[in-house]
């Protein structure tokens, strides 16, 4: 099953935009790309969600390229309470059948 | 709503015992999710049901490893016998309709260690 990959950290400033991105090779034709974030000690939360194209919401932007094989989660002006693990979540089309892969996760670290 | 519900939130037994999972999705969610996470291997999906019944197991790791859902708004995960290598923080996750790239609603999760 191919893997669903990230940049296992980034590094960042408060006031700058992060854009953090997944790779999805396999990703299933009729599916979404969500993107959620984790602090310590919590479960995952929705950050934002897409088909194509992109989307936008107050706290985050997504772009998906016309081949729906990667993403980028865009946030715009980070503060440090945004520093948290962020994950990608596709289904994914293995020989014939699908998968829920979650991303291998990125560490966002916000410095003041 | 007061959102998913996962009982214990710490659980430490010791290898070879019965630990059991609990969880309570959000009410009128249809779909219920089981996930393991470890710093190896990230968060792995073990188990979703839709509307009480199971749909794709193959994310348990063994026979040692069961989940039941008897009604709509409950639902288990049972390790018999558990071993060092299940510790990991478990987490259940609700969502309320379509597959399961929808949006998920996670509970706090359940840190298991198993000496």
């Known amino acids: 099953l191919a893997k669903t990959t990230q940049p296992i950290s980034m590094d960042s400033y408060e006031g700058q935009e992060v854009n953090i991105t997944c790779s999805h090779n396999?990703?299933?034709?009729?599916?979404?790309i969500t993107w959620y974030q984790q602090f310590p000690s919590q479960g995952p939360r929705f950050i934002i969600q897409g088909y194509k194209t992109k989307v936008t919401n107050e706290v985050a932007s997504l772009f998906i390229p016309a081949d729906r094989k990667s993403s980028t989660l865009s946030l715009p002006r980070v503060s440090l309470s945004d520093t948290a693990v962020y994950y990608c979540l596709v289904g994914v089309r293995n020989t014939g059948f699908q998968k829920l892969v979650f991303g291998t996760g990125t560490r966002l670290l916000v410095s003041p | 709503d007061a959102g998913v519900i996962q009982s214990p939130r710490h659980e430490v037994t010791e290898m070879g015992q019965e630990v059991t999972l609990r969880c309570k999705p959000i009410s009128g969610h249809d779909y219920l999710f089981w996930y393991r996470q470890t710093m190896m291997r990230g968060l792995e999906l073990l188990i979703y049901f839709n509307n009480n019944v199971p749909i794709d197991d193959s994310g348990m790791p063994e026979d040692r490893f069961s989940a039941k859902m008897p009604n709509a708004s409950f639902s288990t995960l049972k390790i018999q016998p558990s071993e060092p290598r299940d510790s990991a923080v478990y987490f259940c996750?609700?969502?309320?309709?379509?597959?399961?790239?929808?949006?998920?609603?996670f509970g706090p999760g359940t840190r298991l260690t198993v000496l």
């Open positions: 996750a609700s969502s309320p309709t379509g597959w399961a790239t929808d949006t998920q609603y």
């Open positions: 396999n990703i299933a034709t009729n599916d979404y």
